[in-house]
């Protein structure tokens, strides 16, 4: 979660934008149901849903039983299938591949709007119905006060994140690998919450009139707070939008378990266990992305389980090559004064360094791209909490960035995806971000309060405030 506070970018009043309706949970798995999907939109006068088709890409590692229960191996969904039909040849057809991603500041000026925008999704924050209303005011203050500490982790470096770069490197890798797959595409960069917007990328999508979308999260492992967040951003946007609410898209939800993937994690990790003078002696330390406990204990995210398989996958491909090194799993960039999943990176390092262990290989198993969390989180605080606590020789696996077989497993993944693509949904929901609208005094009056309120719950935790981000 740190990386979703460090990586929003504060917004100007001219720059704030409204949150999508928190009452919208857009493919929001639940886990008791085995192997079916349903998406579902609800607000408090209307409730509309429609179940999910499930296009496999790959099989889950066996003797496994987690995530298989709730995704079926974890591929791409896909909307049914409506009036619109499908082209029969891909090269006939304008094809976009969408690429989700988080965004990040990228100047120091960025910070605090970055902030305010991460902290007003309401998969960030989630607070319960009757105090959404604090949701915005919340974000403010949160954002302004985190400001500061935050430009600092920027500033080390190089004065924002590299997330934009990357991420449009990638989607030129993606671009030209599809082409020598004999697919044309036009492909996208949509950030959740700095530019280029959602919004941007697909307004674009419509200038080019593209007739097919894969879109492609950029995040391993689906999480309500990443993927799911991003998602639902675009359903929305679909939904009001008389063109784009007919358009064939297909959703690749996770894709972990995808064996160009795996195979790419495990070639830099061989790679950097070489750089050691006993590679055999190297704990293997997998620092992921953490989520509140809530998301997964209460709103059924299967981040954790996806995870634990992840990892499973990627040693189990060592193995095969005949490493055997130990490994841990660990989790950073919590914030705030609820409970993560456990166990916390920061924690783990000083544990490891009691028990003697000298030799430590960091992996950032939930990220493929360098930004705050790789470059300053990971190879600065955690670096220097390793060799404070004992560890001896450190060492850290590059983000996959545009390595060819992971960008190639992409590329195989979204041809793939692109046979089952079917309409979006043109249902729409009432819910509350049309409030103002509805009553203005009325919504005035709530944000008074609201910020009122929010400061009052900022003394009570000063940690939002002293937490780096």
């Known amino acids: 979660m740190q990386q979703l506070v460090r990586i929003l970018s504060p917004v100007s009043i001219s720059q704030n934008r409204t949150p999508p309706n928190p009452d919208t949970n857009f493919l929001l798995p639940t886990c008791s149901h085995a192997c079916e999907l349903t998406c579902r939109s609800s607000s408090s006068s209307s409730t509309t849903g429609s179940t999910f088709q499930k296009l496999q890409l790959d099989t889950l590692a066996p003797n496994r039983n987690l995530v298989g229960k709730t995704f079926c191996s974890a591929g791409a969904w896909v909307h049914p299938l409506s009036s619109t039909e499908s082209h029969s040849h891909v090269e006939e057809e304008k094809v976009g591949v969408l690429l989700l991603n988080l965004g990040g500041p990228e100047t120091l000026h960025d910070v605090q709007p970055f902030l305010y925008n991460l902290f007003a999704d309401p998969d960030i924050i989630r607070l319960p119905r009757l105090f959404r209303f604090l949701q915005r005011p919340l974000a403010q203050l949160i954002s302004t006060l985190r400001a500061p500490k935050s430009k600092e982790g920027y500033a080390s470096i190089g004065g924002g994140s590299p997330l934009r770069k990357i991420t449009d490197e990638q989607a030129d890798a993606l671009r030209l690998a599809l082409e020598a797959k004999k697919v044309a595409a036009n492909v996208y960069v949509a950030m959740r919450y700095w530019h280029p917007f959602t919004e941007e990328a697909v307004q674009q999508m419509k200038r080019d009139k593209i007739q097919k979308l894969v879109v492609l999260p950029l995040y391993p492992q689906y999480s309500i707070s990443t993927t799911g967040s991003s998602i639902r951003v675009l359903q929305d946007l679909f939904r009001e939008d008389k063109i784009l609410s007919g358009l064939p898209v297909a959703i690749i939800q996770s894709w972990y378990q995808r064996g160009g993937y795996v195979k790419s994690m495990a070639d830099l990790i061989e790679k950097e266990l070489q750089s050691f003078g006993s590679p055999e002696e190297v704990m293997i330390f997998f620092s992921a992305h953490g989520v509140p406990v809530t998301y997964v204990r209460d709103a059924g995210d299967p981040y954790k389980d996806q995870m634990e398989d992840c990892i499973y996958l990627i040693m189990q491909e060592l193995k095969a090559r005949g490493i055997n090194n130990d490994h841990k799993l660990a989790y950073q960039s919590r914030v705030g004064p609820v409970q993560w999943l456990k166990p916390y990176t920061d924690e783990v390092l000083v544990d490891l360094g009691k028990q003697g262990v000298k030799s430590l290989l960091a992996v950032p198993v939930s ?4 930004h ?48 089952s693509a079917a309409a979006m949904t043109t249902s729409t929901t009432v819910g509350e971000s049309n409030s103002s609208n509805q009553d203005p005094v009325g919504y005035a009056i709530k944000m008074l309060l609201g910020s009122f309120l929010a400061f009052i719950i900022l003394l009570a935790f000063p940690a939002l405030k002293n937490q780096s981000i």
């Open 367 to 370: 990220f493929v791209s360098e």
């Open 372 to 419: 705050i969390e790789t470059l300053e989180e990971i190879d600065m605080e955690y670096k220097e909490l390793a060799l404070e606590s004992g560890i001896e020789n450190w060492g850290r696996v590059p983000a996959l960035g545009c390595t060819s077989t992971f960008i190639t497993d992409l590329a195989d993944a979204v041809i793939e995806a692109l046979p």
